[in-house]
């Protein structure tokens, strides 16, 4: 395991949930974040936040698992936002074209407000 990778969620309401990702996101780490996406929806996460602000590099595997979280929580009337001020790793997304896909924010806070009321969110 890479000792430069951290991961560290926080519930920030009922369903959603800040993930602050930290050091190289690739294929060596991006199933630690794939684990903990799992984790995330199956307590009931449907808005999930990649702050990725302290993130250095992202690789085409991490970015896999950013659009599987998101497809796993549209089916729940969800959505992802990624907090990606870093001009660096951003260029990876819109490269790929994924910031087409994926909403960007600048920071998490912004992102935190955002999010939809807690009963406004749909109906199980």
Do not use: N, W
């Amino acid at each position: 395991m890479k000792a430069d990778f951290a991961l560290s969620p926080a519930r920030v309401s009922a369903t959603a949930y800040v993930l602050e990702v930290g050091g190289e996101l690739d294929l060596y780490t991006a199933p630690r974040l794939s684990s903990q996406v799992g984790e995330l929806i199956a307590r009931g996460a449907t808005h999930l936040i990649f702050d990725l602000t302290e993130t250095t590099f992202i690789d085409s595997t991490a970015l896999h698992v950013l659009l599987d979280a998101r497809k796993r929580v549209l089916e729940e009337g969800g959505d992802v936002v990624v907090v990606c001020p870093s001009p660096h790793v951003r260029r990876v997304f819109e490269v790929t074209g994924v910031d087409g896909l994926l909403r960007l924010c600048r920071s998490a806070e912004v992102a935190i407000e955002e999010l939809p009321p807690e009963g406004g969110i749909h109906a199980a």
